[in-house]
């Protein structure tokens, strides 16, 4: 091996370079002849040309004259030197003597893996080989427990019977992959499956409908003729060319017939409809109703008054009065009305016999403020003031000027008045 070539802080002096390789000298030897030294290596390889002469000064040369220089090599190992990885950004630097103990402790040293596998790789990306890369690391199943290297461990990963796996159609379910199998062939929702009647396949979820209209469902003959039964699509053909029930137009007019079908055929037939008719009408029936009601509430939020008027005509007050002395408490209601357009919604009741401290003696009126179609638009509470309530016998048909709410009597009965 010639001389050592590392970058040294300082130039070497020329003495401790070997004359051959012109480096310092590595295991430097001295012919005693001639004074002369040399790397150990570089001089055997001159001399195994059979030159046996000093490179030198060429005088012949004496293996038995040839020794190693120890002074010489404790000079060249104390030579001060970088790291050889120093251009991959060691720092390092010290005797010559000391790099070998660096660069067993070295971040930058290129070192084989512990695990015997095929890679070298400096020592500070050895943690990470040893524990992602290295296809002779030791792993071990976080499902099944179970221990690997690392190139087994790649081949098992994503294949483990333990491993907790989501079914691959979809349908929600999650289960360890050794259940997999037995899961999309008999439990899956989603799994596919061939009609029993025709050659076409079906999520499992949606087959029964299938079956249900599929062309090819074995139906009996509604003639029942003997035949068994037919595939769906084919029945049409059967009636028509097979079925030896199957009845002819009649060559004469009956004209209580409106087609020609066996009474047994028709009573089925009338047995099969009448279910599915009688439900379609209650439907319709109670969809009607349904549009009966909110036409009348229609109509009755129509029929309230909006500009502020209301005109109550009390029927039969005298007959009302007697039932109010009989019957305590009772009390009477006019229509709503609203105060105005987009207004609140009022209503007047009123005790005929009175009411509190006013019974039997007085009429005991009450303005009722009820739930609006327009109560989010309003300010609340209700504080409108200032209603005035006149009682008098008014004929029926005179009743209140429009810029009034009154309370009307009918046959000569009392009108009430209310002015705002």
């Known amino acids: 091996m010639p001389g050592f070539d590392y970058k040294f802080l300082e130039k070497p002096k020329r003495r401790l370079l070997c004359p051959l390789c012109g480096k310092p000298m590595r295991e430097p030897v001295q012919v005693s002849t001639c004074g002369h030294r040399f790397c150990d290596t570089c001089l055997q390889e001159f001399l195994s040309e059979g030159v046996f002469k000093c ?9 038995a004259k040839i020794y190693p220089d120890p002074e010489l090599e404790v000079q060249v190992l104390g030579l001060p030197i970088r790291c050889i990885h120093s251009e991959e950004g060691c720092r390092w630097s010290g005797p010559l003597r000391h790099l070998q103990g660096h660069l067993n402790t070295c971040s930058f040293n290129v070192v084989p893996c512990p695990n ?18 290295c296809p002779k690391r030791r792993l071990k199943c976080e499902f099944c427990g179970c221990d690997f290297s690392g190139e087994a461990y790649e081949s098992h990963e994503g294949m483990c019977p333990q491993e907790s796996v989501y079914c691959e159609n979809k349908c929600g379910a999650r289960m360890m992959r050794r259940l997999l199998a037995q899961h999309a062939t008999s439990e899956c929702p989603k799994r596919t499956q061939p009609c029993t009647y025709c050659t076409k396949e079906f999520v499992f979820d949606t087959i029964q409908s299938h079956q249900y209209q599929c062309p090819r469902l074995p139906v009996p003959c509604p003639n029942q003729c ?45 047995e099969e409809s009448v279910k599915p008719h009688l439900a379609m009408m209650c439907a319709l029936v109670s969809r009607q109703r349904q549009e009966l009601q909110e036409l009348r509430r229609e109509l009755e939020e129509l029929s309230v008054g909006s500009d502020g008027v209301l005109i109550w005509k009390i029927g039969s007050y005298g007959r009302r009065l007697q039932e109010a002395k009989a019957k305590p408490n009772l009390e009477c209601f006019s229509p709503a009305f609203y105060t105005h357009k987009y207004g609140y919604k009022l209503q007047v ?34 504080a409108r003031r200032g209603l005035s309530l006149f009682l008098g016998r008014v004929p029926a048909q005179v009743l209140c000027p429009k810029s009034h709410r009154g309370v009307g009597v009918e046959d000569g009965g009392r009108v009430l008045q209310n002015l705002s």
């Not at 020592?123 to 890369?133: F, Y």
């Open 55 to 63: 490179p030198e000064d060429q005088l012949p040369l004496d293996y």
């Open 226 to 270: 003997g035949v068994g039964t037919v595939a769906r699509e084919d029945l049409p053909g059967h009636l028509k060319d097979s079925c030896s029930t199957a009845l002819l137009g009649a060559c004469y007019p009956v004209p209580t017939l409106l087609s020609p079908c066996p009474k047994l055929a028709m009573a089925r037939h009338v």
């Open 116 to 133: 015997r596998c095929p890679m070298k790789l400096s020592r500070r990306d050895l943690p990470a080989h040893l524990q992602h890369d």
């Open 349 to 382: 009741s009123a005790f005929l016999n009175g009411n509190g401290s006013g019974e039997g003696t007085h009429l005991s009126l009450y303005i009722r403020v009820l739930p609006g179609a327009f109560d989010n638009l309003l300010e609340w509470p209700f």
